[in-house]
Each structure stands twice: as structure tokens, then as C-alpha cells.
């Protein structure tokens, strides 16, 4: 119990008055973008960084904290994280001097915009949030110039970015890896060269808070630290870190919120892409024992429906082809708007607007993930409404356990018989060729060889075509770290792993074989070409290599169809007539074969 009086102590108590503070604070910066004068107005009225900044000089109980006034903010001071006792917005005196003169002359931007690369670990969310980063850099154009593109690297990078992911500590381990790469190769531009800015974004930095910033400034990974509820800050807490050399230098923000939803950010994709995932919530109010995402993410918020549906219209006019809905649960999304009257949009209603949008655009609708213990039935009967190209018939059900006792111990509100009751009725409603996927968790706390046992037996019912699967991971601070022992010993939990994979490779396969022989719309989304190795080869050889494009079902299998002349598609006019397909088209093949797990096509005139 002692995390949720801490947890409501961090972004709980004190949240009315420092969200007022940081929507004050957001407000100020979009209209310092604005013209001079206004930015001069602005900087005289309204409060600056450094009101939500504490200095390292003193120590960190928020009694160092810097005011305009120049008294402690008793508004900052309660911004501790009870455990640590640290504050979750701060700066070294260097970066908060720096800020200051960042006040005085916000009108005078830098020679050259700053170079930036964002890298994105973990799931769809992180790279959903790394677009909102994105978006929210590019405002500032004379301060920040992004790198991206498959040709951009971190070398030429003054800024690194890396969005991290917490879900289990080997993604972790991968990041911190990956810092001490980038730090080290800072060590060969020499002394004299000011050090490349290095950032720890998402739910490592959220987990982690301080913490790697406790290390001495010679061995510290990263100068900066933000949580994911504070991009906003990002630009203003950058400004000031480039505008000092002091080695010293940070700048951490890593306070969570009960209302970002960063509904007004347009995300910037990159170009080319043809899928689009689309954040319709933050956050999470389950706690499942496991899991450590509603203490990087926070409590769970919904993002106002006309927001998402707008951005959907617009990905549509943009030529997106399928746009993937994200939340931790979106089977619990509900917004509730008071204007122009009272009114509830449940998921099954949001979901139904996108359809309807994406219907008229040609775009294919998913969405990621429900939950098992609450799915709508109202969900399941948009299935009856909408064609399989508009909202595909793919649902992820991520059952974790195939124990009701495990299920139980996990937190998870259902029963293995729950569990299979839902996919039946899913079976019944959506249709029999509905193809489900899963996330399976080995080795949980106590888990016996009868409790594994359970879960490949209810493997071989359900018959997933997909599964995510994972041996168990003790993450710091969740409930089952603090309730059980992690006694499955690492070698029994990889075997049961391993047993998992290989039932689920099998069931794959035999599903995958069922397919050979039916006929299949798929939507191009790469074309491979002929590497060197082939093009050399096919020169010495004389024969041509065979490139190949590969496409996804509504189902989200992966098909591979080997390049051949003869296949072509209509395209606009007829000047493109009988054209080869290319990335974003819609084709129906023939499945012909499988190899290993892989369908493979061939187009259908
Ligand atoms: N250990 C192993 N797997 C985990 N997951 C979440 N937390 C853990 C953990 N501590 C898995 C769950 C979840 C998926 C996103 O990651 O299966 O559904
Ligand atoms: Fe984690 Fe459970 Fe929330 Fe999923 S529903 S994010 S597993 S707490």
C-alpha cells in the first residue's frame, strides 16, 4: 500500500497547483515565439524556468529552490519524491545562470541551430512520444535543427536524445550501454571541444529520476533526465544546458501529470512512413504486479476525442494508409467533456468516429492494447459494421498467465476461464478467422511447473497467431517486488521460455500453412532491392537478383512476394497504367507457400 500513498504524493496532492505552474510555463513559451515585443512583455510578467528550477548548490530538500522573489516556491518544495527526497524539476547552478541569461535575451537565437537525434527504444508509445518530441524541437527552428532520415548519425549530433523503455531491466541494460558508447566517444573530440549534450528521455528517466546524476560529472552518462509528461520543458531545459560548457552541467524534469495528453502536438512522423500510430491515452490505473508502467507513465488520461479524430483526417489527407491506436488500455479510454454539454466518449465511440474517417480514406484501423478483464462488447460489434479493410480483424489479448491462480497472484482481474469465455465470444462476434495475438510472461513469482504447464495447454486452445513473450522481470517499486519473493531461478524461467517460443512456433507455422491457397488484400510496405552482395553476384552470374516486396495482411501477417514483371497494379490516370506496386498499395495475392514463418505471395491481376 505504502506506493500508492507515494504515488498520489508525487503527482497526486500536490498536482492542481503545479499544473496551474506549468500551463503557466507552457503558455509563456508558446508566446515566446512570438515577436519581440511580446517576448520582452512576457518575460517581465510571466515566470521563467528558474521558478521551477532548484539549485545544485544547496541540497535537494527544495529549500534552494529559485524564485523571482527570490523566497523558496512552496510549490516546488512539495515537488519531492517522497522516497528519495528529491525534487522532480531542477538544474545545476550552471544551467539555471544560464537560463537566466536566457530571459535576458530570448530575442537573440544561436549562429546555428543546434543538432538533434532522437533514438527511440521499446514499443509503439515510446516512438509515438519521440514524434511529440519532435514535434515540439521543430517549433524552434533557430535553435534546434533535427537529424533524421536512415542517412543520420549521432556523430554529427550537438544533442542526443534517447527514449527509453523500463518494462524489463534487459532494455534497460541495452540503454545504458548504448550511453556509455555514445559518452565514450566523446572522450576522443578532446577536452578543449565542448561535450556532446546527452539525454535520458521515457521510462528509464522516469524510473530512474536522479539517479544518474548522482555520479561524479566526469562519469555521469547523461546531462539531462525527462520524464514523459514533461516534453514541453524539453527545449527550454536544452537551451539552457548548450548555452554553458560547465562539465558540471543538468537538468532533469521528471514530475508525472494527471492531464498531459499532448492533444494539441502534431507529431512529426517521418516522411515515407505509411502507418501511423496515434496516442489516444497516457498512462495507466491498472497495476498489475508486475509491471512498472503506471510509475513511469502515470495515472491514466484519455486525449480529447476531436483532437485525435482531427489527426486522423489529416493523416488520411496525407496519404497514411493505416493508423495504429495506442494506450496501455484502451478498452478504459473515456473522456469526459463539459462543453457544449456534458457528454462520455467511450473507446467503442472514438473507435467508430475513426472508422468512419478512415473508411473515406481507405486507411486500416488498430489498436493496441485492450485489456482482457473489460473488453466492450460495443467493440466487438464495430466488427459488424466495418469491412475487414477499414478495421482489421487482428486483436491483441494479452493473456500473460494461462493459471487463474498466477492470474491471480499477477493482479490481472480475470480467470483462465474468463480469458478463454472472451475469446470465444471475440470468435463468435468478430468471426472465426479473427487472428489473435498475445504477451506471455514465464517464470512469474511462485510460478510452478503445473502453473507453467497451464499456460501451454491454454496456448494450444486459444491457437494465437502471434506472441510477444517474455521471461519475468523483477522491476524495482511494483507490487509483486514488494509482495513476493522472485524465486524462479533464471535458468528454470529461460527453459519455460524456451517451452513457450517453440509451442508458439509451431502453432504459428500450422497456422500460417492454413492460409496456403487463400487469396489475401495486403498493403505494400517495403520493397526490398537487390543488395550489393546479390548485384555483385548477379554480375558475375549474369542473372538477374530477385528483389521482393513485402506486405501485411489484415490479419498482420508479414508476405513476401518475390519480385516478377508481370505484376502490376492500376494506378492513377493513364499514364500509370499497369505500373509495378509500390510502398502503400493495396494488392490482393495469392498465398503460395510458407517459408519458416513467413507467407509468401504472389499478386493476383
Ligand atoms: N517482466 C516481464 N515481462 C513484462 N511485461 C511487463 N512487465 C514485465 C516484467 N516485469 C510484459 C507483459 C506486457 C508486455 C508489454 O511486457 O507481457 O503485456
Ligand atoms: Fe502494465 Fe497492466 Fe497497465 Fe498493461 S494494464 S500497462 S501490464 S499495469
Redesign the pocket.
Known amino acids: 500500500m505504502q506506493r500508492f500513498v507515494q504515488s498520489q504524493h508525487v503527482f497526486g496532492i500536490w498536482k492542481p497547483g503545479l499544473w496551474c505552474c506549468l500551463r503557466e510555463h507552457a503558455r509563456w513559451f508558446a508566446a515566446a515565439a512570438g515577436p519581440p515585443s511580446q517576448k520582452r512583455k512576457l518575460l517581465a510578467d510571466g515566470p521563467t524556468l528558474a521558478d521551477f528550477l532548484v539549485s545544485t548548490s544547496g541540497d535537494h530538500t527544495g529549500s534552494s529552490v529559485l524564485s523571482k522573489s527570490g523566497t523558496p516556491t512552496r510549490l516546488l518544495e512539495r515537488q519531492i519524491d517522497s522516497r528519495r527526497k528529491r525534487p522532480t524539476v531542477g538544474a545545476s547552478a550552471s544551467v539555471v545562470e544560464a537560463l537566466r541569461a536566457l530571459d535576458a535575451d530570448l530575442a537573440e537565437t544561436p549562429p546555428a541551430p543546434y543538432k538533434v537525434f532522437i533514438e527511440t527504444y521499446g514499443?509503439a508509445m515510446n516512438t509515438s512520444d519521440s514524434e511529440i518530441v519532435a514535434s515540439i524541437l521543430a517549433a524552434r527552428p533557430d535553435w534546434f535543427q533535427l537529424l533524421n532520415g536512415p542517412s543520420a548519425s549521432p556523430d554529427e549530433a550537438d544533442v542526443v536524445l534517447i527514449n527509453s523503455c523500463a518494462?524489463?531491466d534487459k532494455p534497460e541494460v541495452r540503454v545504458l550501454q548504448r550511453l556509455s558508447m555514445l559518452r565514450a566517444a566523446e572522450r576522443g573530440r578532446g577536452q578543449r571541444a565542448p561535450r556532446r549534450i546527452l539525454g535520458l528521455l521515457g521510462c528509464m528517466a522516469e524510473r530512474l529520476k536522479t539517479r544518474l546524476l548522482d555520479e561524479m560529472p566526469s562519469k555521469r552518462l547523461v546531462d539531462l533526465v525527462v520524464g514523459p509528461d514533461s516534453y514541453r520543458d524539453l527545449p527550454l531545459l536544452l537551451q539552457g544546458l548548450v548555452r554553458t560548457t560547465d562539465l558540471q552541467r543538468f537538468a532533469y524534469h521528471v514530475q508525472l501529470s494527471l492531464e498531459e495528453t499532448y492533444a494539441d502536438i502534431a507529431p512529426l512522423r517521418d516522411h515515407g512512413l505509411i502507418t501511423a500510430y496515434v496516442s489516444i491515452m497516457r498512462g495507466c490505473n491498472n497495476h498489475?504486479a508486475?509491471?512498472?508502467?503506471p510509475q513511469t507513465r502515470g495515472p491514466e488520461r484519455s486525449r480529447e476525442p476531436a483532437s485525435i479524430w482531427n489527426e486522423i483526417e489529416s493523416l488520411g489527407n496525407e496519404g497514411f494508409k493505416e493508423v495504429v491506436l495506442l494506450g496501455q488500455n484502451v478498452n478504459s479510454y473515456c473522456y469526459q467533456s463539459d462543453h457544449p454539454y456534458p457528454k462520455v466518449t467511450k473507446f467503442a465511440d472514438l473507435l467508430e468516429g475513426v472508422c468512419e474517417i478512415a473508411e473515406r480514406h481507405s486507411m486500416r484501423v488498430r489498436y493496441t492494447?485492450p485489456h482482457p478483464k473489460d473488453f466492450p462488447h460495443e467493440v466487438l460489434r464495430l466488427y459488424t459494421r466495418y469491412a475487414p479493410g477499414t478495421l482489421c480483424r487482428q486483436i491483441h489479448v494479452?493473456m500473460?498467465s494461462g493459471s487463474s491462480e498466477v492470474l491471480r497472484r499477477m493482479r490481472r482481474g480475470y480467470t483462465r476461464e474468463e480469458y478463454l469465455a472472451l475469446v470465444a465470444r471475440i470468435r463468435d462476434t468478430v468471426g472465426a478467422d479473427v487472428a489473435l495475438s498475445t504477451?506471455?510472461?514465464s517464470g512469474f513469482c511462485g510460478e510452478t511447473e503445473a502453473e507453467h504447464a497451464e499456460t501451454i495447454s491454454l496456448m494450444e486452445q486459444v491457437r494465437f497467431d502471434q506472441a510477444?513473450m517474455?521471461?519475468?522481470?523483477?522491476?524495482e517499486r511494483?507490487i509483486?517486488a514488494r509482495l513476493y519473493a522472485d524465486d524462479i531461478p533464471k535458468e528454470v524461467k529461460l527453459r519455460r521460455l524456451g517451452e513457450i517460443i517453440s509451442t508458439q512456433l509451431k502453432i504459428s507455422a500450422e497456422r500460417a500453412r492454413a492460409m496456403v491457397g487463400t487469396e489475401q488484400r495486403v498493403l505494400v510496405e517495403e520493397v526490398v532491392h537487390a543488395n550489393e552482395r546479390q548485384r555483385l553476384d548477379s554480375e558475375i552470374s549474369g542473372k538477374q537478383a530477385t528483389p521482393a516486396w513485402i506486405a501485411r495482411t489484415e490479419s498482420n501477417r508479414r508476405v513476401w512476394i518475390p519480385f516478377s514483371e508481370k505484376h502490376t497494379v492500376e494506378g492513377p490516370g493513364p499514364m500509370h497504367k499497369h505500373r509495378q506496386p509500390c510502398i502503400g498499395d493495396y494488392v490482393e495475392v495469392s498465398i503460395t507457400g510458407v517459408s519458416g514463418n513467413r507467407l509468401i505471395g504472389e499478386i493476383v491481376n
Open positions: 514499443c518494462i524489463r498489475c508486475f509491471c512498472v508502467v492494447s494479452p500473460q504477451d506471455i510472461i510477444f517474455f521471461a519475468y522481470s523483477e522491476r511494483t509483486a
